[in-house]
């Protein structure tokens, strides 16, 4: 038997089709966000000015990052905040990752 499993990024600021989750950092909290190429780009232009006047400091690994930015759920809690989301008439997909406004909602409201 074969599988396929196809995980799908949406934009989180606009519900579009995200390209990329970009990773950032400021006042000491990381955060993570999908964007699409367009939003990405918007995004680094502005922090542009920034970057180039700021220094470095501590290395993290994108895999450290990237695989410490994740959270997995079980089935019962996606499927849980999927009917709750669609209740409220927040756009969700019916599989794969569910955007990290509307589990922030869903949390809210829990």
Do not use: C
């Not at 990024?9 to 000491?28: K, M």
């Not at 994740?70 to 997909?93: C, D, F, N, Y």
């Amino acid at each position: 038997m074969a599988k396929q499993i196809q995980e799908i990024l949406i934009d989180d600021l606009d519900g579009g089709e995200a390209n990329e989750t970009v990773s950032f950092a400021i006042d000491g909290s990381s955060y993570e966000i999908d964007l699409s190429d367009l939003n990405a780009k918007k995004l680094r232009d502005a922090l542009s000015p920034f970057v180039q006047h700021a220094r470095k400091s501590g290395a993290v690994s994108a895999r450290r990052s990237r695989r410490g930015g994740q959270r997995s759920m079980s089935r019962e809690k996606s499927s849980e905040i999927r009917q709750w989301a669609k209740a409220h008439g927040l756009p969700v997909s019916e599989r794969g990752r569910i955007a990290s406004t509307v589990v922030e909602k869903y949390e809210a409201a829990h």
